[in-house]
Every structure is written in C-alpha cells, then in structure tokens.
C-alpha cells in the first residue's frame, strides 16, 4: 500500500512561515514527480507546486516567491517551505506523486489555517 505521510500543518498567524513535509517510500519518491495541492472549504483542489525527480519546479502564480518545494532524496520526503503566509492560503494541503502532471497516489492532507 502506497503512504504518503504529511506533517508540519498548524495555525499561524498572517506574515508567519510553515514547512510542510511529506514522507513516502524509497521507489514512489525515485519514481515519480512530487506535488503539494491544496483545498480551502467550496473551492476545487489546486496545484501550489511541483518537483520533478530532477529538480525542476514549478509554482502556482499566487505562491511564488513566497514558497520553495525541495526535495531531500536521503529522506525521500519532499518540502513545501511557506512564507509570509496570508490568511487566503488556509486549506488543506495534500501531497501527491505521479508520472508528469498526474497524481497516482495522495496523501490524507494537512490543514494549514492562517489567522489575521
């Protein structure tokens, strides 16, 4: 059974920073290119970042230069480091894996809330 286990989730206050964590297994994390989405209450799932298995990342337009998504290979856990956070960015953040832009496996998400 495929685990992506997420962590570093809280409440912080606007202008505070999170790292999010996702730990998974030796073959998905070689395998597959790394994602954090996330979902805040009535809107749909989004992208906020991608890591390839090379390193090649990209973010969405409303999180750049405020987050970085790394990848520890040692670890196979991927990061998700957030700055300045505004209280637009509470969701839940779900971590997945997949070939290219696709997810084959998820995560159970991560609740993220951001108080002004």
């Known amino acids: 059974q495929v685990q992506l286990v997420e962590s570093g989730g809280g409440l912080v206050q606007a202008g505070g920073s999170l790292r999010l964590s996702c730990a998974t297994s030796a073959s998905i994390f070689s395998s597959f290119t790394m994602a954090w989405f996330r979902q805040a209450p009535g809107k749909q799932r989004e992208l906020v970042a991608r890591?390839?298995?090379?390193?090649?990342?990209n973010y969405v337009d409303s999180m750049k230069g405020r987050c970085t998504i790394s990848r520890d290979n040692p670890k196979n856990t991927v990061y998700l480091q957030m700055n300045n956070l505004k209280p637009e960015d509470t969701a839940v953040y779900y971590c997945?894996?997949?070939?290219?832009?696709?997810?084959?496996?998820w995560g159970q998400g991560t609740q993220v809330t951001v108080s002004s």
């Open positions: 890591v390839t298995t090379t390193g090649t990342t």
């Open positions: 997945g894996a997949g070939p290219g832009t696709l997810i084959a496996y």
